[in-house]
């Protein structure tokens, strides 16, 4: 029997339509209608279920359909969606930014709302450059970032982004900025062990400073743990001690992004609570912030910071939707149920479980290379050949193929192919915090057979 789903395909309306119109050329198959949602689970409308392995993009930390959630969104609702924050303050906004700078601890005082992680990026990097402009360093502007690495899709997110095929795309509409080497641990530059190459990454951060003039550097901004830029890279403390030490040196400003790691998802608050060295000046967060419930993210400062910009006349930055009084109300029952069900804990814990039955999957299938990640922010990667790490071929695309086959499976895994692929194919492994045991040993076994499924492809193309 046909389904709905199967008969439909990009541009088979004269107009409107799927957003896929923007994606894939009229005739490609168009993805499952979802119809509804709950816990680790999506149904579309033909009634197949799906293992929500990857939490969308990252963002279903406490998992679908969570009553209590949808209780008080309605209940603000009822009370009021609206209200410009610069007219009319609201209580759950207060309440919200209490919470976060008391979860996120001493340093990050003072916290921004915004609708997602690209603002939050924008917000964290022009309230850093105002803060220099208002501080007596007004030379400082430059914003140093890595390679690979993501911070959004905006155009000034864009520019710290490290993904050379978006930069040959977008570059001529920005102002780049300098990049140094993210650290890696499966595909190290030859001649280097993973500790020399973190060093070396360090040590370059370093040198691009001095080399740019360091009166001129505004900032260095990194994702923690990488997120789709690198597949869940973790680095050491001695490469977070080795940063704070060069920023403070020149007097540079660290911005970690955490709209992937933060909120829970790496088994603590922040990953940046990992290494205590690490202490970011700035923390932008959205995803798990407010879980899918709602679009929200969040940029957390430091007293001094936002003191001194306010002193001057007030940050020259804001949005329509920011510190909205719906999102933020819908934020505090999320961050509710991340303490009523202990949720960071339990991401810790079922990080362990789900990592300890990836390497077992890794060990039988010959298509994972590796597996990587902290708590519930994790990753496989995908090779053709295990002992020489060789990649698939980047037009293959396995990050997709896997998805196909997954989806037949029952098994939802998002993916986005930075920088082509050139540093590897990768797969997130980020479930809900909220996956049971039994929940996380079905994820592993759809995945085991999506896998099986490539890899018959694989070898029927001849590529392993
Ligand atoms: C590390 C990181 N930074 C920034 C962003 C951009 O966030 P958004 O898509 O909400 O604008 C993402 C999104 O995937 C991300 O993973």
Redesign the pocket.
């Known amino acids: 029997m046909q389904t709905a789903t199967a008969r439909r395909t990009v541009g088979d309306t004269p107009a409107g339509g799927s957003v896929l119109g923007f994606y894939a050329p009229k005739g490609t198959p168009r993805p499952p209608r979802v119809a509804r949602a709950e816990g680790v689970f999506l149904w579309d409308e033909d009634g197949r279920r799906y293992l929500d392995a990857t939490s969308g993009?990252?963002v279903t930390n406490i998992g679908h359909g969570n009553p209590a959630v949808l209780q008080a969104m309605q209940a603000q609702a009822r009370k009021v969606t609206f209200a410009y924050p610069r007219f009319f303050e609201s209580e759950d906004s207060i309440a919200l930014a209490d919470r976060v700078c008391a979860l996120a601890g001493p340093g990050l005082d003072r916290a921004f709302f915004v609708?997602?992680?690209?603002?939050?990026?924008e917000s964290a990097l022009k309230l850093a450059r105002q803060y220099a402009v208002v501080s007596g360093q007004p030379g400082r502007w430059k914003v140093i970032s890595r390679n690979p690495?993501?911070?959004?899709?905006?155009l000034g997110?864009l520019t710290v982004t490290g993904d050379a095929s978006a930069h040959a795309l977008y570059g001529p509409m920005l102002r780049a900025q300098p990049k140094v080497a993210a650290p890696l641990s499966y595909r190290v530059p030859d001649g280097h062990s993973v500790e020399s190459f973190e060093a070396a990454c360090a040590q370059a951060l370093e040198d691009t400073i001095v080399r740019e003039g360091a009166d001129s550097v505004l900032a260095f901004i990194l994702?923690p743990i990488?997120?789709?830029?690198t597949g869940a890279v973790v680095s050491s403390p001695a490469y977070f001690r080795a940063v704070r030490e060069i920023c403070d040196r020149h007097g540079v400003l660290l911005v970690f992004?955490?709209?992937?790691?933060g909120a829970g998802r790496t088994g603590r608050f922040l990953a940046a609570h990992h290494w205590p060295d690490a202490r970011p000046d700035l923390v932008?967060l959205?995803?798990g912030l407010a879980a899918g419930y709602t679009?929200l993210?969040a940029v957390l400062a430091p007293e001094r910071i936002v003191d001194a910009v306010a002193a001057s006349g007030g940050f020259v930055h804001g949005h329509t939707y920011f510190t909205n009084p719906l999102s933020c109300a819908v934020a505090n029952a999320v961050l509710d149920e991340v303490v009523r069900q202990d949720l960071v804990a339990r991401a810790q814990a079922a990080g362990a479980y789900l990592k300890d039955r990836l390497h077992a999957l890794a060990a039988r299938s010959p298509l994972v290379g590796d597996v990587r990640g902290l708590g519930l922010l994790g990753a496989i990667e995908l090779v053709a050949d295990k002992a020489s790490r060789r990649a698939l071929p980047v037009d293959f695309n396995a990050p997709a193929r896997l998805t196909e086959h997954g989806l037949r499976h029952g098994i939802a895994l998002y993916n986005?192919r930075a920088n082509r692929g050139e540093f590897g194919d990768f797969q997130m492994i980020t479930p809900p915090l909220t996956a049971s045991d039994a929940e996380l040993d079905l994820l592993v076994a759809l995945l085991e057979r999506a896998l099986a499924d490539l890899h018959d492809e694989v070898r029927g193309r001849g590529l392993a």
Request: charged share 20%.
């Open positions: 993009a990252v609708s997602g992680g690209s603002e939050a990026n690495s993501y911070h959004g899709a905006t997110a994702e990488g997120g789709l830029s992004d955490e709209i992937m790691s932008t959205a995803k679009p993210g986005r």
